[in-house]
Every structure is written in structure tokens, then in C-alpha cells.
């Protein structure tokens, strides 16, 4: 199998476990010559218009949300991914829905995400991102414990 882009799914929330994924990411692109995509997915608002909040004050939340994340993410990618030949994309919907788009629209051959160790009803209520793309990504998907680096 040949590696020639990886996406990297950077919880921007997590800053810390983000940096161990990084390093992961870092180190596979490095062996293998990878290009890298990041994406952050940013939440929808869309479920709060029901406590009637105006249509144009969640759409400019968003867009702010949005901006905020960019700026966010270039920063991240720059200090921790820097040398290397990545691109960035903030997304905006149900984040496992929005990665699986990212993968199969930038043609990855790698997942590298990191994991929340979620449990119990946490889980249930939840769910897991990382679990739902290793089910349905078309690409293997490498889970990264950030807490142990380990995967």
C-alpha cells in the first residue's frame, strides 16, 4: 500500500492530545514523503434554532466559529507540523460525517486521529468519532491513545 496523503483530523478542543497525534502524523508523513491534510469540523448550530435564536445570528456564530478555527489551525500546523507539505480545511457539520467526506473527497490513503477514551454512558451518548470512521472509512484508520501516543 502506498501512503502519499495522509488526513489528519486535529480536535482543536484537545490541544494536547492534538500535539501527541501530531507527532504521529509527523513521523509517518516524514517515512513515507506523505502530503498531509488537516481538518478541524466545526459543530453546526443548527440545533439551537429551536430556542429561538435568530436563522442570521446562528449563521454569523458560525461563521465566526469558523474564522476562529482557521486561524486555529494554521497556527497548530505551523508550529507543530512545519516543514512538512500540508494543507488545511475547517469544516462545518456533524464531525464523523464531515471526516468521511474529507477522505474520500481529497483521495487520502491514511486516517491518523486520535481517540477520547470515552466509556460507559459517555459513549453511548456520544458515541466516538474514531469509532465511526473505522467502520466506515474506505481507508485504514490509525487511532492514536493521545494520553500514551499509543495506537
Not at 490513503?109 to 460507559?120: A, E, S
Request: hydrophobic share 55%; no cysteine.
Amino acid at each position: 500500500m502506498e501512503i502519499r496523503k495522509i488526513l489528519f483530523p486535529v480536535d482543536l478542543a484537545d490541544p494536547a492530545g492534538a500535539e501527541a497525534v501530531a507527532a504521529r502524523v509527523r513521523a509517518f508523513a516524514e517515512a513515507f514523503g506523505a502530503e498531509v491534510l488537516a481538518v478541524h469540523v466545526v459543530a453546526e448550530l443548527a440545533d439551537m434554532s429551536g430556542l429561538s435564536v435568530p436563522a442570521e445570528t446562528l449563521s454569523g456564530l458560525e461563521a465566526d466559529a469558523v474564522a476562529g478555527a482557521e486561524r486555529k489551525l494554521a497556527a497548530f500546523v505551523a508550529d507543530r507540523l512545519g516543514g512538512l507539505p500540508v494543507a488545511t480545511q475547517v469544516r462545518l457539520g456533524d464531525v464523523a460525517e464531515e471526516l468521511l467526506a474529507a477522505v474520500g473527497d481529497s483521495g487520502a490513503d491514511l486516517v491518523i486521529m486520535g481517540t477520547h477514551g470515552r466509556k460507559g454512558l459517555d459513549w453511548v451518548v456520544f458515541g466516538s468519532v474514531a469509532a465511526r470512521l473505522v467502520r466506515a472509512a474506505a481507508v485504514p484508520v490509525l487511532t492514536v491513545n493521545p494520553g500514551t501516543g499509543a495506537g
